[in-house]
């Protein structure tokens, strides 16, 4: 993560491992549609984990097939809906959501429980979720550590290129107002998402794609409306 500001505003940019870990859980579970908010797919795709599973013939051999993604969620009784928009019938996607909206809060998830293998203790009052961790965790730690490492990489090699966009920004819309400005916070969470766009996640948080913030002129003309409002 890298922090640009003053003693009035901040802007955070990041890429949280919690984050590509909760998104990539959502694909290999078959959520993508029954969650909010709706971002796009992952790019690239997170692969379901092969293991092991035996075979009806007489021989027994062990073969290899992906984990199924998804599949019924345990019922409950029904109920209203939930202000998230998630089914509340829905216990898996209810769960989700709760995990995303603490990995997506920049505070949240500074302190909320890590993910620890084999059994997650973490989620064990949210079991539909524990269970679909148990099952792609392999698969999803892999992928989002790889995707955290390029993002590093990518971060490391033009950051006071990505610095200048965010700061040149502020610093043309404060000569605009001929002022400075005001107090204002905003973390911006960089996703590998198959479409190019940005996405509010939270109060005071966007997820933009990773494609759009390695093109400069799109992260700047995207920004400054966002800039022009806030400040």
Not at 35 to 41: E, I, K, N
Not at 46 to 66: C, E, F, H, K, Y
Request: glycine share 6%; aromatic share 6%; charged share 25%.
């Amino acid at each position: 993560m890298f922090v640009e500001g003053t003693l009035r505003w901040q802007v955070t940019e990041d890429c949280p491992w919690d984050l590509l870990m909760a998104l990539a859980v959502r694909d290999l579970a078959g959520l993508s549609d029954r969650v909010r908010p709706t971002l796009p797919a992952l790019d690239p795709a997170v692969s379901p984990a092969l293991r092991p599973q035996r075979t009806g013939g007489p021989d027994r051999r062990m073969r290899t097939r992906p984990v199924p993604l998804g599949g019924p969620a345990r019922s409950q009784p029904h109920g209203d809906e939930p202000a998230d928009g998630t089914d509340a019938s829905d216990p898996l996607a209810r769960q989700w959501q709760a995990w995303f909206e603490v990995a997506a809060d920049r505070h949240r998830r500074l302190t909320a429980p890590l993910l620890q293998p084999p059994h997650f203790e973490a989620f064990d009052r949210a079991i539909d979720l524990q269970d679909a961790i148990i099952t792609h965790y392999d698969a999803a730690a892999g992928w989002a550590a790889e995707r955290h490492a390029e993002y590093v990489r990518s971060s490391a090699q033009n950051h006071a290129q990505r610095a200048a966009d965010i700061v040149d920004v502020v610093h043309e819309r404060e000569h605009e107002l001929r002022r400075q400005a005001g107090y204002f916070r905003l973390d911006i969470d960089v996703l590998p998402l198959a479409e190019e766009g940005a996405w509010i996640v939270g109060p005071h948080t966007v997820a933009i794609s990773a494609t759009m913030r390695d093109d400069s002129v799109a992260f700047r003309d995207w920004l400054r409306p966002l800039v022009a409002a806030l400040v």
